[in-house]
């Protein structure tokens, strides 16, 4: 069993930054952040492979970047211009070996106030 540790979020005004960090205790092959913005599903927000490849929701894009998991298992979602949209509890995610265990986070809140 692999844990996850979440870090960051917090209360931030639009247009502000944030930095999650997520810390797994095991090997794992792709990492990521999903989110739950109130009254909504779980959605993708970036994830990355341990080939660093990169995927990103739409509303993610030019905003957020994703890094990490190549030579530990950590990872990083550097989040910018931050909007109230992006108001959700955040969910660090992995895979492990074949993509077949996969892990969740406790998760994280982030506020971002107009």
């Known amino acids: 069993q692999v844990h996850l540790v979440e870090s960051g979020g917090g209360f931030v005004q639009a247009g502000g930054s944030l930095r999650l960090s997520c810390a797994a205790s095991g090997r794992v092959y792709r990492m990521g952040w999903y989110r739950r913005a109130p009254g909504k599903q779980r959605e993708l927000v970036a994830d990355i492979t341990s080939g660093a490849i990169t995927t990103y929701a739409d509303s993610a894009k030019g905003r957020f970047t994703i890094s990490g998991l190549n030579t530990e298992n950590t990872v990083t979602l550097q989040m910018t211009s931050l909007k109230p949209e992006d108001t959700a509890v955040y969910y660090c995610?992995?895979?492990?070996?074949?993509?077949?265990?996969?892990?969740w986070g406790q998760g994280t809140q982030v506020t971002v106030s107009s």
């Open positions: 995610h992995a895979y492990g070996l074949g993509y077949v265990a996969r892990y």
